[in-house]
C-alpha cells in the first residue's frame, strides 16, 4: 500500500458504527502514514456495533459540525444498521457530507454508509455498491447498483461489507495519492 504521510482523514460516526468498518480503516490509514481525525455529532465518544452485540468505545477527536472541509483529503464513513440511519437524520451532518462529496475530494462508504450519500443527495447516475438490504434503496436514488467488493465513481467509493475492508483500504489510499497527484489535496 502507497504511504500517505501528509494526509488528512476525516471518520464521521456516531453511536453503532460497525466496529470494524471503523476500526480497520482508522487504523490501516493510520498505518499508511495519514492523520485520521474521527468526528461525532456532539464530539464525545461513541460505542460500535460488533457481531450482535455493543462493542468497542471510540474516542471522538471533534464535531462533525467542527470539521472544515478544506483542511482534510478524504471522507470514510463507516455502516452498520444503526450508524448511518441516526447520522442520516441529522441535516448538518447530511450537508457536510454533501459539502464533502461537492468538493471533489475522496468520499468512501462502507455497507449501510451509502444512505448517507443517498440523502446528501449524490448518487444519481454513479456507479455504485453497498450492503445488500440497501440496493434498492441505491437504484430508487438513480444509482447503477453492482455487486462488487469496492466500486469507485469519481471521487465517490463504495463497498458491501467487512469483508471488503481491505480492498475498501486500498481504493481510499488509491483515491487520496491521486487527488494529492492532481493537485486536489487539502
Known amino acids: 500500500m502507497d504511504r500517505i504521510d501528509t494526509a488528512r482523514i476525516a471518520i464521521f460516526a456516531t453511536d453503532g458504527f460497525e466496529q470494524s468498518e471503523l476500526t480497520t480503516p482508522k487504523n490501516d490509514l493510520t498505518d499508511a502514514g495519514a492523520t485520521v481525525t474521527v468526528a461525532t455529532p456532539d464530539g464525545s465518544s461513541i460505542r460500535g456495533w460488533d457481531g450482535d ?13 467542527d470539521i472544515d472541509i478544506a483542511d482534510f483529503d478524504a471522507l470514510v464513513l463507516p455502516g452498520g444498521q444503526i450508524n448511518p440511519d441516526l447520522l442520516r437524520a441529522m441535516p448538518a451532518v447530511v450537508d457536510k457530507i454533501r459539502a464533502f462529496a461537492d468538493s471533489g475530494k475522496p468520499v468512501a462508504a462502507i455497507c ?37 467488493e469496492v466500486v469507485t465513481d469519481g471521487n465517490v467509493i463504495t463497498s458491501r461489507n467487512p469483508g471488503d475492508l481491505p480492498a475498501f483500504v486500498r ?11 492532481e493537485g486536489r489535496a487539502a
Open 112 to 148: 449501510h454508509a451509502p444512505w448517507l450519500l443517498i440523502e446528501a443527495g449524490v448518487v444519481e447516475g454513479r456507479r455504485m455498491t453497498s450492503f445488500n438490504s440497501i440496493r434498492t434503496d441505491l437504484k430508487n436514488a438513480g444509482a447503477d447498483v453492482v455487486d462488487e
Open 53 to 65: 452485540d455493543w462493542g468497542d468505545v471510540t474516542a471522538a477527536d471533534a464535531r462533525i459540525e
Open 171 to 181: 481504493a481510499i489510499v488509491d483515491a487520496v495519492t491521486r487527488a494529492a497527484s
